[in-house]
């Protein structure tokens, strides 16, 4: 019964993408509240199997002998990050989407990239994970060129063939670990590392692994893709760069580096050192750049590289640090760009030096923006505070000094190009009657919804952090089988 479930929630979402654009022939509410149940359903069954995998049960579904997917903590707990933001930014598309073309190819990229999300997340073998990887790759792609225009249309090429690219060499990695271990199984490849203590995976195939893993966590240098894809709608840069995509990289990192190979130390020491430069070169980017989407953008960048750092450092506060931040980073970031939206929506700007004094007019998505900002800044007690502290008290703790610092500067980076958006964007005077559009106002009640239940989320989540707390660290435990 509980392997059956867990096929359905991939196979849900993934086959009844196929009929949205049909239901959208009938009626826009009709397509609409489909993708919504969609969504619903794939999350009421990781609900559901929950307390099951909690129990320290494992599920597995296997065809022909050959096992499809497979179900523990970690595969659990990311699914509910990605599922519940999911649903939140198709609610809050049926406002921001509503006047736009496309709107058919929309639904069913979105829910088809978050199905592909899901069957990546389960997958127990190598191919499955780059078959499912190429999906959301193509669905990204599609989604940053929804407008159409040339301009965007280039920059989602961008996207794709750096992406695409960094796939390729990731399966190269792939066949070189078939080579060395026989079998392209997670369970099988672990077993056969445990068959034979001291033997490490071949450092090409982790450097080819590892490149990407970079590529479409948009890590440096292989990270200029992510603040281009800022053209596409909010909605889109909530999910795709902020919520749920990028974190597939830091996910399989966790998966395989974590949970599955054995590697050379080397990599342990090579890795925190790329997270911190780019950590500290898109804060920066960050603080001189005036465009509100790309700020986020190369915050998401910034930000990820804090998750790197917590899963690469490889003991298990830093672990369990990166693993909280997965979720907090989410709540947070897909906040700030559908704040971001809605601000771009009613002004038809997204240079915040034309903006200003929006708190009088938005006063929700004021609140909103900076209650996920204050998460992501790492301000207690917000839930990117126990996260970011845990991911540098880990760095420290391993006798990673240098780094721990250098990821100390790279927050208060954060804490100001943060508040220059605030201040910018929300306070001192109006400068929307220059722009001929009048006076902005609040977006749509579902959008408002939608940003106030992510500000809300990202300060439950620090207050109320102890259920997600324990189900992290013992995920944690069992990736590192402890």
Known sequence: MNECLLFCLVAVPLFGSLLLPLLGKAGDQARNIFALVLMLCSLGISCFLLPVIAGDQVLTVSVG????????KLAIFMALCSQTLGTIIILYSFGYIAH??????????????LAAMMGLIFSSNLLWIYFFWEITAICCWRLIGFFREREYVLRADKAFFITI???????GGFLMV?????????????????????????????????????????????HTWLPDA?????????LLHAAVLVKIGVYVFARLFVATFTVDGIWWEVVPWIAAASALVSACAALVENDIKRIVAYSTVSQLAFILLGLAVHNEVSVLGGLLYILMHGIAKAGLFLCAGVVEHETHNKDIRRMGGLVKTMPVTAVSFGLCAFSVMGLPPFGGFFSKYMVVNGALESGQVAIGLTFVAGAFLTLAYLLRVYVRVFFGASRAADDGHGAPKEGSPIMVFSVALLAALSLLSGVVIGPSFQFAQEAV??????
């Open 178 to 222: 078939y080579g060395q271990t026989g079998t392209f199984d997670l369970l099988e490849i672990k077993a056969y590392l445990g068959r034979h203590p001291g033997e490490v995976i071949d450092n090409t195939a982790i450097l080819f692994i590892l490149f990407g893993i970079l590529s479409k966590s948009a890590t440096l240098p292989l």
């Open 65 to 72: 002998g050959v096992t499809l997917f497979y179900a523990d």
């Open 100 to 113: 736009y073309e496309h709107r058919n190819e929309y639904y069913f990229m979105v829910v088809l990239f």
């Open 230 to 238: 800022g053209v596409a709608p909010s909605p889109v840069t909530a």
């Open 477 to 482: 435990r069992q990736m590192m089988g402890r």
């Open 165 to 171: 690219f960094g796939a390729l060499m990731m399966l």
